[in-house]
């Protein structure tokens, strides 16, 4: 297994353009996150599956943001009619469950991320 | 809520030197987890080291080290005798236990900028 791969790496768009990324996480990890980081800040939560379930959202994640994960195993995260403020880093990370433990977790890896930049 | 104050946001040292990244915490909780990430200039968040809140034994990995003081609810990192490939942005980051529903979601502080000079 090669870790978290996010796909693309880099995005340009036009303002009002819909965009999507991909991220498939370690074959083993049930959880996955999402993440956002903007230039100069730490990573930001955006949202967290369990399996095929969202459980998470944060408020940074408006209207326009819509992440799946249909078969608990990659994930989509789609920005409708994209806007300036969304350029940023787009993290995606993995992990999985403890053993008997719900809040404990293992192996937290993130991908490299996919960098979107909205001109 | 939880929060992760990393006050210096860039330091500057000269290889061969010692320097300590400072992380200050907030949480309401007993149990939780700690981390500290390097992300060097290709982005990617490289994972350095994890401490669970019973543990508060210092950590020491090569010229990496790590003091967890749960009294002031710091858990600083140390560089012993840097290199120029210890150059990145360092970031500490928190997960709360918050009632077993957590789930693992991160609160990172705002990083702090490293650069070590030849």
């Known amino acids: 297994d090669t870790g978290v791969s996010q796909d693309p790496r880099h995005k340009i768009t036009k303002r009002g353009q819909n965009v999507t990324f991909r991220c498939d996480p370690i074959s083993e990890h049930n959880r996955l996150y999402w993440y956002r980081q903007t230039l100069g800040q730490g990573p930001e939560f955006l949202t967290y599956?369990?399996?095929?379930?969202?459980?998470?959202k944060s408020r940074l994640l408006s209207d326009r943001f819509s992440a799946e994960r249909p078969k608990g195993s990659f994930s989509t995260l789609e920005i409708q009619r994209t806007e300036q403020g969304d350029s940023a880093m787009y993290l995606c990370?993995?992990?999985?469950?403890?053993?008997?433990?719900?809040?404990?977790?293992?192996?937290?890896?993130f991908g490299s991320g996919t960098r979107l930049t909205v001109v | 809520a939880q929060k992760v104050t990393q006050a210096q946001t860039e330091i500057s040292v000269v290889e061969k030197e010692d320097v300590t990244l400072d992380c200050v915490y907030e949480t309401r909780d007993t149990t939780y987890y700690l981390f500290w990430y390097k992300q060097p200039p290709s982005g990617e968040l490289v994972f350095l080291i994890r401490?669970?809140?019973?543990?508060?034994q210092n950590e020491i990995s090569g010229r990496y080290s790590w003091n967890f003081q749960k009294s002031t609810s710091s858990f600083n990192f140390t560089i012993t005798a840097s290199q120029v490939v210890d150059s990145a942005v360092y970031f500490c980051?928190?997960?709360?236990?918050?009632?077993?529903?957590?789930?693992?979601?991160?609160?990172f502080g705002q990083g702090t900028i490293l650069t070590v000079h030849p």
């Open positions: 599956f369990q399996n095929e379930a969202q459980l998470e």
């Open positions: 980051a928190l997960s709360e236990n918050a009632g077993g529903t957590s789930y693992g979601k991160l609160t």
């Open positions: 401490r669970n809140s019973f543990d508060e």
């Open positions: 990370a993995s992990s999985r469950l403890g053993q008997g433990i719900a809040w404990d977790f293992y192996g937290y890896t």
